[in-house]
């Protein structure tokens, strides 16, 4: 996590009154915006880093990080300033940080396959971190991440999420019991919920809860949400369940689609399969289901970029040549030790450039068309082309666990109700910024997305 990104949490815990930012933790904030400033400073003038273009700013302080964390369309900023000064260039951020911003698939492989050895989580920030999450996984870099990850592993494979699908598919149950008898009480034909509250609780508590009961054993994925939970306010497990936030209002318009032209393809597959479908039906069997998941990965990743610190100093190549401050045209960045560098996510999963003409729509069927994913997106790694879950040494560690429990509630939810925004499909949905993305719909207060909800009728 990167300075800006503390800030933001700073502002938002100022925004929300977060009980839990206290004192100490904006301290530790701005203490390390004054550790970085001071680093700039030192290094300076003479770095060998390729000297690239990008954006200017008249804000001293601030550079372009105010503009960009206040804008609802952070990608769209980072795609436009890419499209002018090239696939990689440079923007201005707090305190003088200069940083190299990565649109490129080329260049993010690279970046992320050397993650945790060339480049580095940033010095002060980790520190803000650990003291509040401690020092598990996500402090470690090189040989010592390796070895926790290895040892961890086991608990995050299939096999261990196979197990744990009985206890999901309990937790998804009592969610859709409580629909149900919510509606019978309504006296209505439907009632409006909350979705981020309902799942919040139903995530937090609904898991933790029955994680724990199992068996009495410590599993080694349930500390890692149980640490994420306690820990920040806006935790690393908000994560999983603002992709699920995401995917409500989304997989709500379908049926709208429907009414008005074709099919709803989704609910057809999951209804034509019968009963209920197990974890490995669920992966495997359900073509149309993986399509919008994907879709909705890609259209909506809850972190929008990652940045580090390189460690040493390394060349970048990159998929399409840039043109750098001195008229130059290079197909590779010079980068020394110390540079700041972020691949925006957000970018380049919705760049033009990259996914083609029809990059922001909603379109499940690229995933399963055999021409649909451009030869460019091909050239992003990460999961199945997208940088969603990360990609290289540090990746997500829970993305099979988190696509099987998105899709167990969707296919739940799907099956058995019909969703919709309350105010009908043209509800406009904002995205809220934290360190995580979640979603509001525009003018409800605090982050709320209520949703009409009703009992699916053949
Ligand atoms: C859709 C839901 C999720 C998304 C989009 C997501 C995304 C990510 C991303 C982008 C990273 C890389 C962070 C970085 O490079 O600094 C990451 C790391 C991580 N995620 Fe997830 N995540 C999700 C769900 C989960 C779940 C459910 C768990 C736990 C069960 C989890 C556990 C972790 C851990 C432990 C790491 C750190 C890995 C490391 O440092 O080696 N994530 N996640
Ligand atoms: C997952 O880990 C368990 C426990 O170490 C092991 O027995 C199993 O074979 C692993 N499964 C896969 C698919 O790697
Ligand atoms: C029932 O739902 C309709 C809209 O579908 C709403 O106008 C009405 O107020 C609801 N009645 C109750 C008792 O909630
Ligand atoms: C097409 C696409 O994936 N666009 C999304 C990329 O990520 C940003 C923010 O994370 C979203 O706002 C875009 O809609």
């Known amino acids: ?80 300033w890419a499209k002018e000064y090239g696939v990689a260039y440079e923007i201005p951020m707090i305190c003088g940080e200069r940083r190299i911003q990565l649109c490129d698939p080329r260049a993010a492989a690279h970046f992320f396959s050397k993650d945790t050895w060339s480049y580095v989580g940033i010095k002060g920030m980790k520190a803000a971190v650990a003291r509040r999450m401690g020092k598990g996984l996500s402090y470690g870099e090189g040989e010592s991440h390796r070895r926790q990850r290895r040892t961890m592993g086991p ?59 199992l068996n009495g054993k410590p599993n080694a994925m349930i500390s890692v949400l149980d640490s994420f939970a306690a820990g920040m306010p806006q935790s690393a497990f908000s994560v999983a369940v603002s992709v699920l936030i995401l995917v409500f209002p989304i997989a709500s318009n379908i049926p709208t689609q429907r009414n008005q032209i ?21 992966t495997n069997d359900f073509p149309y289901l993986d399509a919008v998941v994907q879709e909705v990965l890609r259209l909506h990743p809850s972190v929008p970029e990652l940045t580090r610190e390189a460690a040493e100093d390394d060349v970048i190549p990159l998929l399409e040549p840039v043109q750098t401050k001195s008229g130059e045209i290079v197909d590779s960045i010079v980068v020394e030790r110390g540079t700041i560098l972020s691949v925006p996510i957000s970018c380049i999963n919705r760049s033009d450039a990259i996914w083609g003409p029809d990059a922001k729509a909603f379109k499940p069927e690229r995933w399963l068309e055999p021409n649909g994913i451009t030869e460019k997106a091909q050239e992003v790694k990460g999961h199945r082309h997208l940088l969603t879950f990360g990609d290289g040494p540090r990746s997500c560690i829970g993305k099979t666990f988190a696509l099987a429990e998105i899709k ?24 809220s910024r934290g360190i ?22 053949g």
């Open 408 to 431: 167990t509630v969707l296919s739940m939810a799907i099956r058995n109700f019909v969703l919709e925004m309350k105010d009908g499909p043209d509800t406009k949905v904002e995205l």
């Open 1 to 80: 996590m990167d300075v800006p990104s503390t800030l933001v949490v700073v502002y938002d815990a100022f925004r929300d009154r977060l009980r839990s930012a206290s004192i100490a933790d904006i301290a530790i904030g701005l203490a390390a915006v004054w550790a970085f400033h001071t680093a700039f400073q030192a290094t300076g003038k003479k770095s060998r880093t390729t000297k690239l273009r990008g954006p200017k700013s008249n804000d001293p302080f601030f550079g372009v990080s105010k503009e960009l964390f206040r804008s609802a369309d952070m990608g769209g900023m980072y795609e436009a």
């Open 155 to 213: 608990s995050f494979n299939s096999t261990a999420i196979r197990k744990l699908a009985p206890t999901v598919h309990k937790a998804i149950d009592k969610v859709k019991a409580a629909w149900e008898a919510s509606i019978e009480a309504s006296g209505n034909d439907s009632i409006v919920l909350d979705v981020q509250k309902c799942l919040d609780a139903f995530g937090i508590a609904g898991f933790s809860y029955d994680f724990n009961s």
């Open 436 to 457: 995580t993305l979640r979603p509001k719909v525009v003018g409800e207060d605090g982050i709320r997305v209520p949703l009409r909800i009703r009992q699916y009728k």
């Open 262 to 282: 074709i099919q709803n393809k989704l609910r057809e597959e999951l209804l034509s399969f019968g009963g209920e479908p197990s974890y490995d039906q669920l």
